[in-house]
């Protein structure tokens, strides 16, 4: 099934931190979604999955720093580092009637509504959507399918790990990468990250530098994440659906997520041999785009069905290339953030809490030197 797989694509770093399969949304059947068309299977889509394309972004531009002061020439320090954007509460439902869908139709019921879970919604099912069109025998009005809106994942939180190393240059100038060369992981899911950040403490270029009791810095990073998931698509096995497509026509299908995430940011903390707390402001911006390559079988009304010709069939198979292509642009906001650091030795735990369009709490493990 195309969107439960997406599904799975799409929480990615739930799996990556180790959260439960058993919450990953149960979305039922893409193929049914596909057959009301390409256009209304991307307005559902890019709905469903809003709250990912917003709290994805912002979950990625934290965990840049653990403190406002640089480090000293040479320095160094690597992390662990986990961020959850928590998704508020007008993003985890969204109504169907809004969407401007061409083919899908609401099937409204005494105890239905038109409100439906987003991917990170509540774990319950949405309204029924069916799909008419009209018997070229009979002249008459049909239904060629129905299904019911996938349910959200009942966990209101947007996942983003990350590993991150530093090092201290000249002028108290910090770089940081974040890097992850192209590897595979289980559910054929292949995964590529690559960040760069600076940081510069500006309190060396004030008068008075050395009288300045706290650290001032301006930081800004980048970050861009690849994956892909390979899945299967077939087919329907029906008696009354005719196909002529052989089995390899659906090979190379997959789903490939593409993230881009900046933020730059003014911070200002004091560090004690063991403990430094910093805070800050500043400014951030994402982009996400969800897309499908391949082909897709899809079940449509055959215009040439002869009732009284055993061997015709009412519905057959047809090919759609490419049918999602979603992009989640110019998600932009100011942000104002907190944070701790407890360093015992070599070894260090921080944490922080970002306030956003998405609020994000991040905790982190690492050690530095000097």
């Not at 995430?261 to 402001?281: D, E, H, Q, R, W």
Request: net charge positive; with cysteine; charged share 15%.
């Amino acid at each position: 099934m195309l969107i439960k797989r997406v599904g799975i694509f799409a929480i990615l770093c739930v799996l990556l931190i180790g959260f439960p399969r058993s919450s990953v949304a149960q979305i039922g059947d893409a193929g049914a979604i596909l057959q009301a068309g390409q256009e209304d299977a991307n307005t559902l889509f890019k709905a469903y999955f809003a709250p990912f394309g917003k709290g994805f972004g912002t979950a990625l531009n934290t965990g840049w720093s653990n403190s406002a002061k640089s480090h000293s020439t040479l320095g160094f320090d690597i992390s662990i580092n986990a961020s959850l954007a928590r998704v508020p509460g007008a993003d985890r439902n969204f109504n169907i009637k809004k969407l401007d869908l061409k083919n899908l139709v609401y099937v409204e019921e005494e105890s239905s509504s038109p409100l439906t879970p987003t991917a990170f919604g509540n774990d319950q099912p949405g309204p029924t959507m069916a799909s008419y069109y009209t018997n070229p025998q009979t002249g008459q009005r049909e239904q060629l399918f129905n299904f019911d809106m996938p349910q959200g994942a009942g966990f209101h939180y947007v996942p983003a790990p990350m590993i991150q190393a530093s090092v201290g240059l000249i002028k108290k100038t910090d770089i940081s990468l974040r890097y992850m060369p192209s590897i595979s992981l289980p559910k054929d899911i292949n995964l590529n990250l690559f960040g760069v950040g600076l940081k510069h403490d500006i309190t060396q270029w004030l008068p008075g530098d050395t009288f300045i009791p706290v650290n001032i810095a301006i930081q800004a990073g980048f970050t861009k994440l690849n994956t892909s998931i390979d899945f299967e698509v077939t087919p329907p096995d029906r008696s009354d659906i005719k196909n002529d497509y052989s089995a390899s026509t659906w090979e190379g299908q997959k789903a490939d997520l593409s993230s881009n995430a900046f933020t730059i940011n003014a911070l200002v903390g004091k560090s004690l041999p063991f403990v430094a707390v910093y805070g800050g402001f500043g400014y951030e911006t994402s982009s996400l785009r969800i897309r499908t390559p391949g082909s897709y079988p899809i079940v449509v009304p055959n215009e040439d069905y002869q009732p009284n010709n055993t061997d015709s069939k009412s519905k057959i198979i047809q090919k759609v290339k490419n049918p999602i292509d979603i992009s989640y642009g110019n998600e932009s906001s100011f942000r104002g953030l907190l944070g701790l650091r407890l360093k015992l030795g070599f070894f260090n735990i921080n944490a922080s809490y970002t306030l956003s369009r998405y609020p994000v709490g991040r905790v982190g493990i690492g050690f530095s030197f000097r």
